[in-house]
């Protein structure tokens, strides 16, 4: 699968952003998704991961209640939907893909995933 995330900008302490990422191919059913970001400096860390379905979702902590990941297997896409942004998720975005189940377990670590997007720069203003 080829991965492609758009969505990306400059905005304001409290203001909203909202991430897609679109993946190419007839399997996206099959694979579990999840956003990482890296800070300048900083490791890439995880966001969010949604299971294949999206019956289930996952976040870092000091983004729950603020951020939302949603997919829809119809349309081949992932959105991540950021609210109430702080400076502090000023960072590239990356979304990510796998389709090993046995991997799930794994969500929150970069080396899970197999797939990888491109990146898209949020800068968020104090």
Same mark, same amino acid.
Request: hydrophobic share 30%; glycine share 10%.
């Given at each position: 699968?080829?991965?492609?995330?758009?969505? +990306?900008?400059?905005? #304001?302490a409290g !203001?909203?952003? %909202?991430?897609?990422? /679109? &993946?190419?191919?007839?399997t996206f059913? =099959?694979?579990?998704? +999840?956003?990482?970001? #890296?800070?300048? !400096?900083?490791? %890439?860390?995880?966001? /969010? &991961?949604?299971?294949?379905?999206?019956? =289930?979702?996952?976040?870092?902590?000091?983004?729950?209640?603020?951020?939302?990941?949603?997919?829809?297997? /119809?349309?081949?896409?992932?959105?991540?939907?950021?609210?109430?942004?702080?400076?502090?998720?000023?960072?590239?975005?990356?979304?990510a893909a796998?389709?090993?189940?046995?991997?799930?377990?794994?969500?929150?670590?970069?080396?899970?995933?197999?797939?990888?997007?491109?990146?898209?720069?949020?800068?968020?203003?104090?």
């Open positions: 699968v080829q991965l492609q995330a758009s969505g +990306g900008g400059l905005v #304001q !203001g909203s952003l %909202r991430l897609s990422c /679109a &993946a190419s191919g007839r059913s =099959s694979y579990f998704m +999840g956003w990482f970001r #890296q800070a300048p !400096g900083k490791e %890439r860390e995880f966001v /969010a &991961a949604i299971s294949w379905s999206g019956g =289930s979702t996952y976040y870092l902590d000091s983004v729950k209640g603020r951020f939302t990941i949603s997919r829809d297997n /119809a349309k081949n896409t992932m959105d991540l939907q950021m609210n109430s942004l702080e400076p502090e998720d000023t960072a590239v975005y990356y979304c796998d389709r090993d189940a046995v991997n799930w377990p794994r969500f929150r670590q970069m080396t899970t995933y197999d797939y990888w997007g491109q990146g898209t720069q949020v800068t968020v203003s104090s």
